[in-house]
């Protein structure tokens, strides 16, 4: 029978903080304590910059989280909760909790508890514990997904939640940090701090994955143009991807040395070496606006989750000799051995945590759950009093004449004072030029749609009138594309990003599924990421291109949970329907895509002349 760790883990905990007790009654000399507490606002330890007031809040807070994990492996085996995945051993992330403003967005990995208790002190009245035990519980109260998945995530807090991500969730960060900066340069109101930053963690498994690499590459092409990316990637390197070993230096080679990113590496089992050089890299991320890469080094401790039996894959010897390097242990031999603490006010802390959150976990098993399907589905399809009138309201407004007037150049040029018929691909042109008019957030971007004007010409003259701010072409890459909407979208931009070919969509799909389309559901509607992806979609000519470009497939689009899909057959319904999917973005942050049919983009006459 398997060991389950996480009571082994506590008592050795408890252990060395008695052991430690004990070395202090053996060492103290009569009389008075032999080490005077100095200024809390100086060093924890000489040459760094942590102050010792800051490392005890960092310590409280790193033993909460340690807290949380050991809770949630109670309430699994108690059937009140419903989520083991462990942030023990990766406690270290919690200098980024002080770190970052809570202004700056936060793209977190499932390994942040110690993050988001820290980052919760930088908001008054937070209940960072209960609010993780309620989502641990599956609780309708979770003040973040509203119970529909153990997230970290808060609108507050500027933490968009994420759910079990392999890496998804890079390539929106770099889109977020790019956005932002293009909201600045175009004069638009931001959505957070001018100065702000994006934060994404990842694991070190997660470097691999073809998402991770599609971030990075973006991010280099983004930097070799010269434009600013201010996006902090964070590498938790435990050199575990479940049961599969990272190679020692395997991170280091990939990313370490090139010319487009700060490469930092930094003990994130040492509390000061941790917060030292995270404040340099969020300091240099701030300060130089680019990409910048902290790798910290830490260790995974209760396996992968709570169903992994790491025993059938490491060597005992190996497991505990990980247990005796936990982060949460040194903090506190930290603490005591520069006088901060004694060991029993460093176990009080950790006893205290304890029956806080034992405490709130039985409260949040007992707060009621979601209890209907249509409960658990409402954030996908948003529904109530006045919804659809106000999007038709939206899609039909005309108060923006002027701004139509000066993007077609001049009154007589208006498209409504053209006397005769236009096909699919001009009538779709002029909606883009429209809704830009109409929307001074939109961007248009995707390959060859700047310059070239796009494949089929549908975008034609649309950088020439808008600017290459809001026209532009991107690198050959659907899921840079699709990533960079989501970050527009959630930076304040309305993205309008074009796939090439329907058939392209599909090695980038879980953009929209994963990402784009799952945020509502699990942040409960409070974050959103409005788009509306247009696709050159079908068959067009005979015996051309095979699966690669002749592809109806739109089975995987129409199945996405919360996607808007729309197929026109002809020019004027093709704009209704773009008006439409703008407006359903700005009103209910929705996500559309548009199948544009290429065998109508030039056709005329298709049914009568004219």
């Not at 996480?6 to 903080?17: M, P």
């Not at 917060?275 to 890469?293: L, Y």
């Not at 936990?326 to 903090?331: L, N, S």
């Not at 249509?374 to 954030?379: D, G, I, S, T």
Request: charged letters at 25%; hydrophobic letters at 45%.
């Amino acid at each position: 029978m398997a060991v389950e760790r996480s009571t082994l883990v506590d008592r050795a905990f408890v252990e060395a903080l008695e052991a430690l007790e004990a070395l202090e009654a053996r060492e103290a000399a009569p009389g008075p304590p032999s080490v005077e507490r100095r200024d809390l606002d100086g060093p924890v330890r000489p040459g760094t910059r942590l102050t010792a007031r800051a490392a005890m809040a960092l310590y409280e807070s790193q033993v909460l989280a340690r807290h949380l994990d050991l809770a949630a492996r109670r309430m699994k085996a108690e059937g009140t909760g419903f989520y083991t995945i462990a942030s023990a051993g990766h406690e270290g992330n919690v200098v980024l909790g002080r770190l970052l403003e809570p202004t700056d967005p936060c793209f977190l990995h499932y390994r942040s508890a110690a993050l988001m208790v820290e980052r919760a002190r930088h908001r008054c009245g937070g209940t960072p514990v209960f609010d993780t035990l309620l989502s641990l519980a599956a609780s309708r109260e979770d003040p973040t997904s509203g119970g529909r998945h153990k997230v970290f995530g808060s609108r507050a807090l500027w933490v968009p939640p994420q759910t079990s991500t392999i890496a998804s969730h890079l390539p929106k960060a770099v889109g977020w940090a790019l956005g932002h900066e293009r909201a600045r340069r175009l004069g638009l109101p931001p959505v957070t701090d001018a100065r702000a930053i994006a934060c994404v963690s990842f694991g070190d498994a997660s470097v691999n994955h073809a998402v991770a690499l599609t971030a990075f590459n973006t991010a280099a092409w983004a930097v070799r143009h010269g434009l600013p990316v201010p996006v902090l990637f964070v590498c938790e390197d435990n050199g575990l991807g479940i049961s599969v070993r990272t190679p020692r230096g395997w991170v280091h080679d990939r990313l370490g040395g090139v010319d487009w990113l700060d490469y930092r590496v930094a003990d994130g089992l040492d509390l000061a070496a941790a917060h030292d050089a995270a404040a340099g890299a969020v300091e240099a991320c701030r300060r130089t606006r680019r990409p910048v890469f902290l790798h910290l080094e830490v260790v995974r401790l209760l396996g992968h989750a709570g169903s992994d039996v790491e025993q059938g894959y490491r060597a005992e010897a190996e497991i505990l000799a990980d247990e005796a390097r936990d982060p949460v242990r040194a903090t506190a031999r930290l603490l005591v051995a520069e006088g901060w603490l004694s060991a029993p006010e460093a176990l009080e802390v950790y006893e205290e945590a304890r029956a806080r959150v034992d405490r709130a976990s039985r409260e949040a098993g007992r707060r009621p759950r979601l209890a209907t399907a249509e409960e658990v589905m409402a954030p996908l399809a948003p529904r109530g009093p006045g919804r659809p009138d106000r999007v038709r309201a939206e899609a039909e407004r005309t108060d923006y004449h002027a701004a139509r007037v000066a993007a077609f150049g001049g009154e007589a040029l208006l498209p409504e004072r053209h006397g005769r018929g236009r096909h699919l691909a001009m009538l779709l042109n002029w909606g883009l030029a429209d809704l830009m008019a109409r929307y001074p957030e939109a961007c248009v971007f995707g390959e060859d749609v700047a310059a070239k004007g796009g494949v089929y010409h549908v975008t034609t003259g649309l950088r020439e009138r808008f600017g290459a701010a809001r026209v532009f072409d991107t690198l050959l890459d659907e899921t840079s594309i699709l990533g960079l909407a989501v970050g527009f979208a959630q930076a304040g931009l309305l993205p309008i990003p074009e796939i090439q070919y329907l058939a392209y969509v599909h090695n980038a799909e879980d953009q929209l599924r994963g990402e784009a389309c799952s945020l509502g559901f699990f942040s409960a509607g409070q974050f959103a990421n409005p788009m509306v992806v247009r696709i050159a979609s079908f068959a067009y000519q005979k015996g051309f291109g095979g699966h690669f470009h002749n592809d109806n497939s739109v089975a995987a689009l129409r199945d996405v949970p919360g996607l808007v899909l729309a197929v026109p057959s002809r020019g004027d319904d093709a704009v209704g329907m773009l008006r439409t999917l703008a407006a359903l973005a700005r009103v209910e942050g929705r996500v559309g895509v548009l199948l544009e049919p290429i065998a109508l983009y030039m056709t005329k006459d298709l049914h009568e002349k004219g």
